[in-house]
C-alpha cells in the first residue's frame, strides 16, 4: 500500500537558518504529493502540492519539488523565522483501489523549532 | 467563504460509550474525508464521503461509522469505545474535480479523550 516516509524530529533551527525536510513516499499509482502544517492546537493547513514529476510546489518561501525517480518531495526554505515553528507532514493523495477515492496518506511528521 | 467547522471542540468519554462528531463542509465542497490523528503521529483516513455515500474506508472497525446530509456536513459516530480511541479527530472537505487531484481542507479537528 501506499506510505510516506519524513526524517524524523524535532528540528531545532536558529532564524534565517536554512530548512530541509526529507520526505520519501512509495505508492502504486501516480500520487499527488502535498505538505501540511499544524500549528500548536489547531487543524492542518496545506502549504504547498505538487501533481506531476518534475513540478515545483512553493508557498510562503517554501519549496518542494516532485521527484518521481527518487520518489522524493523535500520541503525547503531558505531562511527560517521564528514563526515558522509548527509541525510539518508530508502527504500523498492516490486513488483507493479502483475507485474515486482520493484519500491522503500522512508521515508521522517532523517537528520544527526556529529560535530567535 | 465559511472554512470546514467541527464540533465539539473537546470531549471526554468513558470506556464503552457512544460518541458523535460533527464537521461542516467547506461552501460548495461534496466531498467529506475523516482521519484520526493519535498525539504525535500523522492522521490516518477512516473514511470519506461523496454526495450522502461511503466512497472509501481506512483500516478502521465497523464501530466507526459516518453519515454525510443533503446539506454535505457530515458526522462521524464511534460506538464501544476504548482507550486507544483518544485522539484528535479531523474532518476535511474538498471538491472533487477532474482528474481528482483536488485539495483536501482541514478543519480544527475534536480531541475526544476516552477514560
Known amino acids: 500500500g501506499d506510505s510516506v516516509t519524513q526524517m524524523e524530529g524535532p528540528v531545532t533551527l536558529s532564524e534565517e537558518a536554512f530548512l530541509t525536510i526529507n520526505c520519501t513516499y512509495t505508492?502504486?499509482?501516480?500520487?499527488?504529493l502535498f505538505w501540511y502544517v499544524q500549528y500548536p492546537g489547531e487543524g492542518l493547513q496545506l502549504l504547498l502540492k505538487?501533481?506531476?514529476?518534475?513540478d515545483k510546489g512553493s508557498n510562503k518561501g517554501f519549496e518542494a519539488t516532485y521527484r518521481k525517480e527518487t520518489t522524493s518531495f523535500h520541503l525547503e526554505k531558505g531562511s527560517v523565522q521564528v514563526s515558522d515553528s509548527a509541525v510539518y507532514f508530508c502527504?500523498?493523495?492516490?486513488?483507493?483501489?479502483?475507485?474515486?477515492?482520493?484519500?491522503?496518506?500522512f508521515g508521522k511528521g517532523t517537528l520544527l523549532t526556529v529560535n530567535p | 467563504e465559511t472554512g470546514v467547522t467541527q464540533s465539539p471542540t473537546h470531549l471526554i468519554k468513558t470506556r464503552g460509550q457512544q460518541v458523535t462528531l460533527r464537521c461542516s463542509s467547506q461552501?460548495?465542497?461534496?466531498?467529506v474525508s475523516w482521519y484520526q490523528q493519535a498525539l504525535g503521529q500523522g492522521p490516518q483516513f477512516i473514511f470519506q464521503?461523496?454526495?450522502?455515500?461511503?466512497?472509501g474506508r481506512g483500516n478502521f472497525p465497523p464501530r466507526f461509522s459516518g453519515l454525510q446530509f443533503p446539506n454535505y456536513s457530515s458526522e462521524l459516530n464511534v460506538n464501544a469505545l476504548e482507550l486507544d480511541d483518544s485522539a484528535l479527530y479531523l474532518c476535511?472537505?474538498?471538491?472533487?474535480?477532474?482528474?481528482?487531484?483536488?485539495?483536501?481542507?482541514f478543519g480544527p479537528g475534536t480531541r475526544l479523550t476516552v477514560t
Open positions: 476535511a472537505s474538498s471538491l472533487e474535480a477532474g482528474g481528482g487531484t483536488y485539495e483536501q481542507y
Open positions: 505508492a502504486t499509482g501516480y500520487p499527488s
Open positions: 505538487a501533481t506531476k514529476a518534475d
Open positions: 502527504a500523498l493523495s492516490d486513488r483507493g483501489s479502483g475507485g474515486s477515492n482520493y484519500k491522503l496518506t
Open positions: 461552501s460548495g465542497h461534496n466531498t
Open positions: 464521503y461523496y454526495r450522502e455515500e461511503e466512497n
